[in-house]
């Protein structure tokens, strides 16, 4: 019963006429979600000495939580605030934890996203988009030492997180999208 509950109050926040508008729905709830637990992770990861930085993460937080409602509003702006929203997390992160660390590995589904969510004629809209998370990955390298100093040891262990999450965030993309793309031999 808590799950049937559950599973009504999901697509109520993420339910959408357009089908890639209910996908950047359901990634946002997703990544809303699990924004508080990625400091945990790193804090768990290198140690208690980058705790007072966690706050950084819960910045973003609200775009994400944001995106179903806007797209209530303009479908195009709350897919368009997906991808943004998740280039500037990536971009403060990979800042945070120096490029060791391999968070801009999460441009590569703001990429992704910034192609899949948009049609052919949105093109005025997917161009733009498209390039924040380009450009945050050229920015990247000039962003400077990380605050942190974290050693090669915990920077090693933050890329094997950061791989990983990354890994799962882009079949969790996929599977999202797999509706869409008709089935081998269906062309």
Known sequence: MAANRLSLLIERITGHPDPNTR???LLALVLAWNTPFYPLYVVMTVGNGVSGWMPLH????????????????????GRALLVLAGTLNTVVCGWLY??????????????SLAVLLFRARERAVMVPVLACPVAGYF???YLGESPLGLA????????????VSVGILTGFIAWAFADRVPAAGAL
């Open 98 to 111: 120096g490029a060791a660390a391999g968070a801009q590995l999460f441009l590569l589904p703001c990429i």
């Open 152 to 163: 090669p040891l915990q920077s090693s262990h933050l890329l094997g997180i950061n791989a």
């Open 23 to 25: 996908v950047a729905n």
């Open 58 to 77: 819960l910045v973003v937080l609200p775009a994400f939580a944001a995106v179903p409602f806007v797209s209530r509003v303009n479908s195009l702006a």
């Open 139 to 141: 920015l990247s390298g």
